[in-house]
């Protein structure tokens, strides 16, 4: 089992609607939750973080933490096309190790 | 400006030689890394360290090297013994409240010819 699955997608949204990816972890001592976007050629940029469990709202972005069923979810509302990137979700398991998902490619359609 | 500096961007590795990853940070972090991305791949751990004088392996260390020397500098050596290196190489600090977040350098490729 993979210490942190995403689905590699592509998923695609019309411009406007909700996009929702989704994140499990094998971990259970993990600590903290990150996602990342990446353009195709850059490095990953924090979108946001979270470490308990809920919700966590910064302008269109929701993180999503459930820790009991090992899940951890991004909402991106009013997506636009310059949303359409891939999106890995991290996760800070025992001394400082930080894993990455296979991130998930968002395609916003205008 | 703080942030983490990787060189070269670009780099070229004949078969058989060894080449070494610069990665410097002024961001005063304690935890550095190293990943490793493979076209419309994730990012996968090489090594990490969490302190000076200090580092352990991650998934992928075979045929990779590293020395934390200085809280600053965290280069990292690809050997003749890593038989695919071609792949876009990441350096990442981590600095130790808002979350625990990783920050990336820009990153450098490398290609083998």
């Known amino acids: 089992q993979k210490e942190v699955e995403q689905n590699s997608g592509p998923l695609s949204v019309p411009e406007g609607a909700i996009a929702s990816l989704n994140c499990t972890y094998s971990d259970r001592g993990s600590q903290s939750f990150f996602w990342y976007r990446q353009y195709s050629g850059k490095s990953p940029e924090l979108i946001m973080f979270?470490?308990?469990?809920g919700d966590k709202e910064d302008g269109r972005f929701t993180a999503q933490l459930n820790k009991a069923s090992q899940y951890v979810s991004l909402l991106i509302r009013d997506s636009q096309p310059s949303d359409s990137a891939t999106y890995l979700c991290?996760?800070?398991?025992?001394?400082?190790?930080?894993?990455f998902g296979i991130g998930t490619k968002l395609q916003v359609i205008p | 400006d703080g942030g983490i500096t990787q060189s070269p961007k670009y780099l070229f590795r004949k078969e058989g030689q060894n080449v070494t990853l610069s990665c410097e940070q002024n961001l005063n972090h304690d935890a550095m890394y190293w990943y490793r991305q493979d076209p419309g791949q994730g990012l996968r751990l090489i090594y990490y360290s969490q302190i000076v004088n200090d580092f352990q392996k991650g998934d992928i260390a075979e045929g990779y090297s590293v020395s934390r020397e200085k809280k600053e500098s965290f280069p990292l050596t690809v050997t003749s013994a890593q038989k695919n290196p071609t792949a876009f190489y990441l350096c990442?600090?981590?600095?130790?409240?808002?979350?625990?977040?990783?920050?990336f350098g820009e990153g450098s490729w490398l290609t083998v010819v």
């Open positions: 991290a996760v800070n398991h025992f001394y400082q190790k930080v894993t």
């Open positions: 979270i470490y308990s469990n």
């Open positions: 990442a600090s981590k600095v130790e409240n808002s979350g625990n977040t990783i920050y």
